[in-house]
Each structure stands twice: as structure tokens, then as C-alpha cells.
């Protein structure tokens, strides 16, 4: 997802700062995708070149003025452009551990299998703490952002339950391979 939809996405609901913004989109999507300031004001840069964000000063008494941005009318028709398009790509299959596995010593796979085990438990942990996260939801918001942020968790628990699927697979085969061998 690029950072600049995600920021104008934000600004279509309402008109913020730049902690602001930061705020929101650790609240909308923070479990799945980290974001620091640094990303969030270069992007607003960029945005506000292309004419798609503007921002009106706020004075503060003893700091710098705040800048409050807003979406413009082109802004408002990138996002709905964007929205309306269909990702054509399929979610590409890169993660760390798919290297680890591709340069394991294929002479000794015992380390691997070992791993295989902490990266399930890894999974395993962060199936519990989105669930924990999904009930606290719940609780507290039934508004159409609670569903939003309550599908992404959806959508986060069945990537990892697919990938202890897939680990648990890679384990069987490694563990069939070593059985061939002896």
C-alpha cells in the first residue's frame, strides 16, 4: 500500500496535523505497518507539489506555528481513483525467512527444523495478540473504522495461520527428506 493513498485516505475523513495523522494511522492500520514522521512529512511534500494536499497554519503560543492539512478536490479524485482500482498484483511472496530457507545447509537441516519452531510460536504470539487486539475492538467500537480495522485483523490472522500452515508443511518435508536419507 502507498503511503500516499493511506494519508489521503486519512485527510478525506478529516483535516489534521502531521502527529496527527501519524496517530490515525497507527490507530487504522499500526498492527500490520509501521510508519515514522520523517515518512509521513516528505510524503506531505510530495503531496502538496502535486496539488493534491494543502495545509493552513495554526499559531501556537510558544512553538512553531502547526500546519493543518487538508485533502484538496484533486486529492479527493486521486483517492477516489485509487480506490475504485483493483490491486493487480498479487502479494508478493518475500520474507526473510523464505532466504533462510533457500541457504540452509542442506547436509545438516536440523537448525532449520529448530527454527521452523520459533518462527511458529512467533506466529502463534501474533495471532494472540491481534485477537486480544479484535475483542478490545469490539468493545469499544461498532462504527464503519472498527469494521475496517476489524477485517484487517481478519485478514492478519489468516495470513499467519496460513503461513503455521505452510511452516508446518515446510517441517513434514524436511523431516520426510532426513527420513530418505538414513
Known amino acids: 500500500m502507498s503511503i500516499k493513498y493511506a494519508i489521503l485516505g486519512i485527510l478525506a475523513e478529516k483535516d489534521l496535523h502531521g502527529y496527527e495523522l501519524k496517530s490515525s494511522f497507527d490507530e487504522k492500520v499500526g498492527e500490520f505497518w509501521s510508519l515514522n514522521y520523517g515518512q509521513i512529512y516528505s510524503t506531505l511534500d510530495r503531496l502538496e507539489k502535486e496539488e493534491l494536499v494543502t495545509h493552513d497554519r495554526l499559531a501556537q503560543d510558544r512553538r512553531p506555528d502547526r500546519k493543518i492539512f487538508s485533502i484538496t478536490p484533486e486529492g479527493r479524485k486521486e483517492l477516489d481513483n485509487w480506490l475504485s482500482t483493483p490491486v493487480n498484483k498479487v502479494r508478493a511472496l518475500r520474507d526473510e525467512f523464505f532466504i533462510k530457507l533457500v541457504f540452509m545447509d542442506k547436509k545438516n537441516p536440523r537448525p532449520v527444523l529448530e527454527l521452523i519452531e520459533k518462527q511458529k510460536l512467533l506466529y502463534l504470539k501474533h495471532m494472540n495478540r491481534l485477537t486480544q487486539r479484535k475483542v478490545a475492538l469490539k468493545k469499544r467500537s461498532r462504527d464503519l473504522d472498527g469494521l ?29 527428506a532426513l527420513d530418505d536419507e538414513t
Do not use: Y
Open 148 to 176: 475496517t480495522t476489524d477485517l484487517l485483523m481478519d485478514a492478519g490472522l489468516f495470513h499467519a495461520e496460513a503461513d503455521i500452515k505452510w511452516l508446518s508443511l515446510c517441517e513434514s518435508k524436511i523431516r520426510a
